[in-house]
């Protein structure tokens, strides 16, 4: 007989070395790639009803957001 997933692991953090993975692979491809993958974490992250966003989903759009900041160029943003 099949196990029933414990519903603790649908909503497991990622691990460090998990998180660096995917920013290591975030910074290697180009910039409108990872905004594609910013828009895809933010629609995950997106709330339906009483529903939460999963942890790893929250961490995988700040991750991404952090890559995609970093590019952005330095110095006084235009008003």
Do not use: I, N
Not at 21 to 43: C, I, K, N, T, W
């Amino acid at each position: 007989m099949a196990r029933r997933p414990d519903p603790a692991e649908f909503d497991r953090p990622l691990t460090e070395a998990e998180l660096k993975e995917r920013v290591r692979r975030l910074s290697m491809l180009p910039p409108h790639h990872v905004a594609d993958a910013y828009r895809q974490a933010y629609e995950a992250c997106r709330m339906e009803g009483d529903r939460l966003p999963r942890a790893s989903a929250v961490q995988e759009m700040v991750a991404t957001w952090k890559v995609l900041r970093k590019w952005r160029p330095s110095g006084p943003s235009p008003r």
